[in-house]
């Protein structure tokens, strides 16, 4: 192996890692780096063909400007943090209501009435909904009155067919006369004037039991009893009763 020795006179022309600087910018050009490497520029130019006040002015309107949309992203990236605070702030006034969201499930709480719309886009005669259990069999059935194109609203009680019994608890040796809490399955069909008929979407009115952020932390998520996570823009409608 060969030993190179090192010539004292020589030691300062090497780079001494000890005294490096931390790369605290990751590589990126900041203003003061800009400035620096014009006077640099402007030091070393060649005096016969000294560089041209328009290009050093464009130069530095480049910079200005790519400077103050990196300024401009970061405000804006702090508005919407604190947008998305104020959105959770107001919609944690939502816990203990009810909200309409768009679902094929409807809760029943046991102690409130389960609510929810049906919207008609053409006459109907009939319109029919079904409510099964979580082993699809038919436990209630009942018709909306008089439905009209646009919004419908129905309500169920909890109460059963005979055929529903088995989503009954017994209370005192006899079956009660309303289903159990839980979530069930919400099917809808309209039979309309023209002689078609079809399955359509309802809406329910559901209780918010907690307020969270979205997995990716934007967004609120509104945490429905029964039904789960859904989000603030899928609420169709707040109710206060």
Do not use: C, H
Request: aromatic share 6%; hydrophobic share 35%.
């Amino acid at each position: 192996m060969t030993t190179v020795n090192k010539n004292p006179a020589l030691d300062g022309m090497y780079w001494d890692n000890s005294n490096k600087v931390p790369d605290k910018n990751n590589g990126a050009l900041t203003q003061s780096d800009f400035f620096a490497l014009l006077t640099q520029q402007l030091a070393y130019q060649d005096p016969t063909k000294p560089v041209e006040n328009d290009q050093m002015i464009a130069q530095m309107t480049n910079f200005t400007m790519a400077d103050g949309i990196s300024q401009l992203n970061k405000n804006f990236s702090g508005l919407a943090e604190s947008m998305t605070s104020n959105q959770a702030l107001q919609a944690s006034s939502l816990v203990g209501r009810s909200v309409l969201t768009k679902s094929d499930q409807i809760v029943f709480t046991g102690d409130t009435l389960a609510r929810g719309t049906i919207e008609l886009d053409k006459p109907a005669t009939m319109l029919r909904v079904m409510i099964e259990n979580d082993k699809g069999e038919l436990i209630q059935s009942f018709s909306v009155e008089n439905p009209n194109v646009g919004r419908n609203t129905f309500i169920w009680d909890g109460t059963y067919l005979p055929s529903g019994e088995s989503s009954a608890d017994e209370v005192d040796g006899e079956l009660a006369e309303r289903v159990r809490a839980g979530t069930y399955k919400l099917k809808v069909e309209a039979s309309y004037s023209d002689g078609t008929s079809a399955s359509i979407p309802a809406n329910v009115y559901t209780p918010v039991g907690s307020v969270s952020m979205n997995s990716n932390g934007k967004g609120i998520l509104l945490n429905l009893l029964g039904l789960g996570p859904v989000k603030l823009g899928d609420v169709l409608e707040v109710s206060y009763s």
